[in-house]
């Protein structure tokens, strides 16, 4: 069954380093999305992109923040500068449309990242 | 605002019972509702897509269902098992695009 794949699982960094998360969505959906959950807290939505380009982005997804399809494939979110409060599990998804029935969203496993 | 709010927040059952999961919304104008299941350090997955015109579905020991006037749904899980032990969020789509607003979760825990 297609997945949505993410990589690194796991990511451990200093506070300023820069951080590239990876993901490779189900290779026919057109719609990209990165969310964030706090440990324990809600599912927070980032960033939406569609046809190259971010259609929405929450307050969260500052100057810090940018995302990229650099090849067809790969969709990548990158933080320029981290912070401590940017620690957290970073959830890539993907679906086929952005409305009904297939607008469903189809999540990864996550890559935690932790800033210290 | 749209908001969705869930409760409890938390719940402890014994294997075998059943329990209800609840979920209010007020998403303007809504599209769909979808009831994920998110086991501990992974990603959520999709039990469940109830629209404005569907009262009740099921999925296997999952019945979600949906008051569309009083803007609320409910997850029931019958015949709990261990494996049944995961946080489970409520999601709205508003409107007719990409937008979609995630409930706080339950998080469910199934005691041998």
């Known amino acids: 069954e297609p997945e949505v794949t993410q990589t690194p699982s796991h990511q451990v960094t200093q506070m300023g380093q820069e951080v590239i998360l990876r993901c490779v969505p189900i290779?026919?959906?057109?719609?990209f999305y990165w969310y964030r959950q706090i440990l324990g807290q809600k599912v927070e939505f980032l960033v939406s992109f569609y046809n190259n380009e971010i259609s929405e982005k929450s307050e969260i997804f500052d100057d810090q923040f940018s995302v990229e399809r650099p090849d067809g494939s790969n969709f990548t979110l990158k933080i320029r500068s981290t912070k401590l409060e940017d620690s957290a599990m970073y959830f890539c998804?993907?679906?086929?449309?952005?409305?009904?029935?297939?607008?469903?969203?189809?999540f990864g496993e996550g890559s935690r990242l932790t800033v210290l | 605002k749209n908001q969705v709010e869930q409760s409890p927040q938390s719940l402890i059952i014994l294997e075998g019972k059943n329990c209800t999961l609840q979920c209010n919304y007020t998403v303007s104008p809504f599209s769909n509702l979808r009831w994920y299941k998110q086991d501990t350090g992974r990603g959520p997955v999709s039990l469940t897509i109830?629209?404005?015109?569907?009262n009740t579905k099921s999925n296997g020991r999952y019945t979600a269902t949906l008051d569309a006037d009083t803007k609320q749904s409910s997850l029931h899980i019958t015949a709990s098992q261990l494996s049944d032990s995961a946080s489970y969020i409520c999601v709205v789509s508003a409107g007719r695009t990409y937008k979609y607003i995630f409930g706080t979760g339950t998080r469910l825990k199934v005691l041998a």
């Open positions: 998804a993907s679906s086929e449309s952005d409305r009904g029935v297939t607008g469903e969203l189809f």
């Open positions: 290779s026919n959906h057109l719609y």
């Open positions: 109830m629209t404005f015109s569907e």
